[in-house]
């Protein structure tokens, strides 16, 4: 029996505000338990909530970047349910008006592209955090480890972005999430740090026959690295269809990913809408965005990555691949385009050094663009050297690990301190050259005979002769010339 697999993301996005969406506190990871929990976000009795205008706006930015409508009019509500970490017995979020309707992103697969279409975006606050297993090692060896309430995250205000169910695997899945972690970091919306919880999925899986309608959906909650994302839509799925074939029925529920064991397991019955008992909250006005305010926020944009993706294409005459791996982040493509500025080499040369050695340095070192120690600049003047002539390419494979560790703060201080200048001299060459070949005779022979591999042994004879410094274009020249006399 053939199955397919539906998916639909739910993302919380928490957005880059100084301050919380509905107070005052600080809005910043990493402070003691309970510090940055005002009267408004504990609900104390008398306070008033007031929208946090920065959320508003990256919320409309948000929509103007995926072509989203955004509603000039939208109504902030009360989400009803109990959870101790929530201190107000209810979320303040947007439930039948949202601040952006509709909109698509379009995301790359290993076999073409493919656009997921967006269903909304609204505003919301994040509750609180519980935290367990409290109280030292004694108390949790007696079984008496206690769990805490950390209000916060309480007031964290949160874009959430639900898609359609248009993914059809769990690599398409993975593939939008990355493309939506992308470019809400891209647009400064969000700082995406996953392991800090500022960008989480909810995936809703269900399993159906090719053509059939849809599947009874499971929701899988909180997944917050990609790699966990697509082991819970992998598993689920297998669940799922498993429990079909064997003549049971998927319940409506929802579920958690347990990532040692690489299962999912039930949370909770999954609630519906009715069951959160939604009202307009009182407290918050209906919300009016002006034409003008949008504009405004329009004005702030950045290039978006697919519209720089094509320049690059165009005006560096670089590949779809090249141009696409450059613009995978915004750091990245400002990096580039700052490394062609500095150095004023071929646009190619530029991308195969930053695709390749750099991006190397960073995987190795477990860093990203925005942590990167080496300055287009630098780079820039090590590639003006190759462009030049006075690098061969392993030289400059040397130069650039020095610069990396931060012996040196330019490729011609490295040149000059280790005398790495590769020698482009006709008269010099000609003279290793000759050298080598009176020296191997047997390998000329070989060559002359018809064996290439022997002209490859001669050019390596000649390199190490010059201790790797003779321009390997003129050798093989020279070596040509030579052996045609």
Request: hydrophobic content about 40%; proline content about 4%.
């Amino acid at each position: 029996m053939t199955w397919e697999i539906v998916v639909g993301l739910e993302t919380h996005t928490q957005l880059l505000t100084r301050s919380k969406i509905f107070s005052g506190a600080p809005n910043a990871f990493g402070a003691a338990p309970n510090a940055q929990a005002s009267a408004v976000d504990i609900a104390l009795p008398g306070v008033l909530p007031v929208l946090n205008r920065t959320a508003l706006e990256y919320a409309v930015r948000f929509g103007l970047a995926t072509g989203g409508r955004i509603n000039q009019r939208s109504v902030f509500a009360r989400k009803n349910y109990f959870y101790p970490d929530l201190p107000k017995g209810y979320q303040i979020s947007q439930y039948e008006l949202p601040v952006v309707e509709g909109g698509s992103l379009r995301i790359a697969l290993a076999d073409g592209e493919k656009t997921v279409r967006l269903v909304r975006a609204h505003l919301e606050e994040d509750a609180g955090k519980s935290v367990h297993e409290l109280g030292g090692d004694s108390a949790v060896a007696a079984g008496r480890g206690m769990s805490g309430i950390d209000l916060n995250r309480a007031g964290t205000p949160l874009l959430e972005i639900v898609s359609e169910p248009d993914m059809r695997s769990a690599a398409e899945a993975v593939a939008y999430a990355r493309a939506l972690h992308a470019l809400v970091v891209w647009i400064g919306i969000c700082d995406g740090n996953m392991q800090e919880g500022s960008f989480r999925c909810d995936a809703n899986v269900s399993v159906r026959q090719p053509g059939a309608p849809l599947g009874t959906r499971c929701e899988i909650k909180n997944l917050n690295s990609f790699r966990f994302l697509e082991r819970a839509i992998e598993y689920e799925a297998t669940r799922q269809i498993e429990l079909i074939e064997d003549g049971g029925k998927v319940t409506q529920e929802t579920r958690l990913f347990d990532a040692e064991r690489g299962e999912t397991r039930s949370m909770r019955s999954k609630e519906d809408a009715q069951d959160y008992r939604y009202f307009p909250d009182p407290d918050l006005l209906p919300l009016v965005i002006q034409d003008a305010e949008i504009e405004r926020v329009r004005a702030t944009l950045p290039e978006l990555p697919e519209a720089r993706c094509e320049r690059f294409g165009r005006d560096f005459g670089l590949s779809a691949y090249d141009a696409g791996v450059l613009t995978s982040t915004r750091a990245s493509a400002d990096y580039f385009e700052a490394l062609v500025a500095s150095s004023a080499a071929e646009p190619k040369l530029c991308a195969n050094w930053q695709m390749g050695e750099l991006a190397g340095a960073l995987n190795r070192d477990e860093k990203d663009f925005t942590q990167n120690p080496m300055t287009p600049e630098a780079l820039g003047g090590l590639l003006r050297r190759i462009a030049d002539g006075t690098l061969s390419g392993k030289l400059a494979k040397e130069v650039f690990d020095v610069l990396w560790r931060g012996e040196a703060s330019s490729a011609d201080e490295v040149i000059d301190k280790r005398g790495l200048k590769q020698i482009s001299d006709t008269g010099a060459i000609e003279k290793l050259v000759d050298e080598v070949l009176a020296a191997n005779a047997a390998q000329v022979a070989d060559y002359l005979a018809g064996k290439e591999k022997a002209f490859n042994s001669l050019v390596g004879q000649v390199m190490k002769a010059s201790r790797g410094k003779a321009n390997p274009a003129q050798v093989n020249e020279t070596l040509k010339r030579r052996l045609a006399r």
